[in-house]
């Protein structure tokens, strides 16, 4: 069951810290004031062929995160074009408050990049799990929250995030992330993308869960008959209300998917819209609970909470 | 300036941080005594920074860590010309830029600070960019001694060695005391200049209420090629004051209006004299 046949090829998908990585080669070749700045976190970053092509623009703090935040927003006051790269799980925790205050608060526009999010880690255990990050940051003014789904969306959210006037949180997982879609080519901060129409059911995902809601959808059409909308909302803040509102008056269930805490996510995010906006749909919001996660590779934790093509299919014809 | 025309502004300035505080009902009042004669000297003496070259990329840079004696700033801000000073009479009112901490949108602040710990760090990527550019401009950042239990204090500490920052330099306004107590008794950072020292940086101690000693020691940076420097600046909290000096209940204390009277008593041109 559930053999997808719409979405292409995986075969040349690529992790999107791979994607990162060429991108920024790519930009740093015409503007000399982009630097990456890492927390000895080069190599789990994929930056090791960066930094043996553009040596001057590495920066390494060492093992350092408030550090590296302070000094990524010392760098950035002075029209340095700064990506700051760390694990999510260290770099949204452990320098939370230089993130609020030397780069929201100050303006300072740091591209903050946290690396291998969600439970990328799997078994290296809750210490090195990010489910907190889109809570936390959300309630940071000033700060612009992405989470690219494929290897479009990651080299896009790196080209747009490079202009920003303001500072950015991009997420990154870690594993092969298959194109979503050869059509739909529109990707704009706080513009939500649909991957696929549909007029029974919505899926609203972010990052690494918009492909097994896709999956899902493929097996709820050729299984059920059922037509589950599929939207990449790459970005978490600002939400995109307008899509929101767009999809929610076809009055059909709403079900948002995420590999983060379901308090203070993307679910949460969109129930606070829709029921301040006279919304009714009938809503889910799929997630890590709130427990001591589970142990086990990434895949096994994502499988265990139902963040996969069967849990979220499953979910849908609980719902509907 | 001279000697003389710095012991002046320092009253003038000392008389305002007073007024404006008593204005507002709060601030960090004995903190910003500590402090005013060091940034006196930075402003006057020292930094290549006006309202006219705020903008440019070469400009010296003030970052100062200690965000809450921040009325120091203010008045020394108003004094060289960044806004009239006339905008302080609406410090921690309902809207106004003017408030405990220092924010980007007043004229002449470099970054929002407040939180302690972090100023240093901010100062290290300012002063890595100089290096990485070739340009010559000079960061400072004013630390307070109760604020260097902070680990983060510590990371950049290490990391402005690491990059040979010798265009950085930190001031500690060691007054030795917060609000808990002494300094030494809440959480003993001494032997200060050791530590420093052996995290890479150049030390001198200086008298901070001392014009000719800041004067010079800020002439002789960087103290070492290839170290950041670091100015321990031995102060008084409350200096100046006969009534607050050396008094933990000043560190955010307001003087009511019988004090303030006392106080601009004292603050007269002869004092100037004996600082």
């Given amino acids: 069951m559930g053999e997808v046949t719409a979405v292409l090829s995986n075969s040349t998908a690529q992790a999107n810290l791979d994607v990162f990585s060429s991108t920024l080669q790519t930009l740093a070749e015409t503007d000399r004031n982009l630097l990456v700045v890492t927390s000895d976190s080069r190599g789990s970053g994929k930056l090791v062929p960066f930094a043996q092509k553009f040596p001057k623009q590495l920066v390494e703090i060492g093992i350092a995160e408030q550090n590296l935040v302070g000094v990524a927003a010392g760098l950035a006051s002075t029209g340095k074009n700064v990506f700051a790269v760390s694990p999510a799980c260290f770099l949204t925790a452990r320098s939370f408050e230089q993130i609020k205050t030397d780069v929201a608060y100050s303006n300072n526009p740091v591209r903050l990049v946290g690396i291998s999010a969600g439970v990328s880690y799997g078994a290296l255990g809750s210490t090195h799990h990010s489910l907190h990050d889109f809570a936390a940051l959300r309630a940071v003014n000033n700060l612009t929250i992405v989470v690219p789904a494929d290897n479009f969306e990651t080299e896009q959210a790196i080209r747009q995030a490079a202009q920003s006037a303001t500072p950015v949180y991009l997420r990154f997982g870690k594993k092969p992330m298959p194109l979503l879609s050869d ?28 492909y097994p809601a896709l999956q899902a959808s493929r097996q709820l059409e050729t299984v059920h008959g059922i037509h589950a909308m599929v939207i990449s909302m790459h970005t978490i803040k600002p939400l995109d209300y307008e899509l929101l509102a767009n999809v929610a008056s076809k ?10 805490s379901v308090f203070g996510g993307l679910g949460e995010a969109c129930a606070s819209f829709l029921l301040q ?44 | 300036m001279n000697v003389n025309e710095l012991a002046q502004k320092s009253v003038q300035y000392r008389r305002n941080i007073l007024k404006y505080i008593v204005k507002a009902k709060a601030g960090h ?49 108003a004094d060289k010309g960044f806004f009239p ?40 990527g300012t002063a890595l960019s100089a290096k990485l550019d070739d340009l010559t401009y000079r960061v400072f950042t004013l630390l307070g001694d109760g604020e260097l239990p902070e680990g ?3 990371e950049a500490a290490l990391l402005a060695s690491h990059y040979k920052l ?52 800020f002439d002789a940076l960087p103290f070492e090629p290839g170290k950041p420097s670091l100015i321990i600046a031995h102060t008084v909290k409350g200096k100046g004051v006969s009534f607050m000096e050396n008094q933990v209940k000043w560190h955010h204390g307001v003087p009511n209006a019988e004090q303030y009277q006392q106080a601009l008593a004292e603050l007269t041109p002869e004092l100037a004299d004996s600082l």
Avoid at chain 1, 186 to 207: C, M, N, P, S
Avoid at chain 2, 38 to 57: D, K, Q
Avoid at chain 2, 62 to 69: E, I
Avoid at chain 2, 87 to 116: F, M, W
Wanted: a negative charge.
């Fill in chain 1, 183 to 210: 059509e739909n080519r529109d990707f704009t901060f706080g513009k939500g993308r649909i991957i696929q129409e549909g007029d029974d059911v919505v899926l609203i995902a972010t990052g690494e869960t918009v």
């Fill in chain 1, 251 to 260: 009055g059909c269930p709403i079900l948002t998917v995420e590999e983060h």
């Fill in chain 1, 277 to 320: 906006n006279g919304f009714r749909n009938r809503f889910k919001i799929m997630g890590i609970p709130d427990e001591y996660t589970v142990t086990g590779s990434q895949v096994e934790i994502m499988n265990h909470y139902g963040l996969s093509e069967n849990g979220i299919a499953n979910e849908v014809l609980t719902i509907l």
């Fill in chain 2, 29 to 77: 009042t004995g903190g910003s005594l500590s402090c005013i004669d060091i940034l006196n000297v930075l402003y006057n003496n020292v930094l290549n920074v006006s309202p006219e070259t705020f903008g440019s990329p070469n400009r010296d840079r003030y970052v100062q860590s200690k965000g809450h004696t921040v009325e120091a700033l203010y008045v020394v801000l």
């Fill in chain 2, 85 to 124: 000073e006339s905008d302080l009479e609406t410090l921690c009112q309902y809207k106004s830029h003017y408030i405990g901490h220092p924010t980007r949108k007043v004229a002449g602040v470099e970054q929002n600070t407040g939180s302690l710990g972090h100023g240093l760090s901010l100062s290290v």
């Fill in chain 2, 152 to 154: 983060s204090n510590w």
């Fill in chain 2, 166 to 217: 010798d265009n950085l330099c930190a001031i500690v306004d060691k007054n030795g005391l917060q609000i808990a107590g002494p300094t030494a008794e809440v959480c003993n950072t001494d032997p200060l200049d050791q530590k420093f020292e052996a995290f890479g940086w150049a030390v001198r101690h200086v008298d901070g209420h001392d014009f000719q000693a800041l004067t010079e020691a």
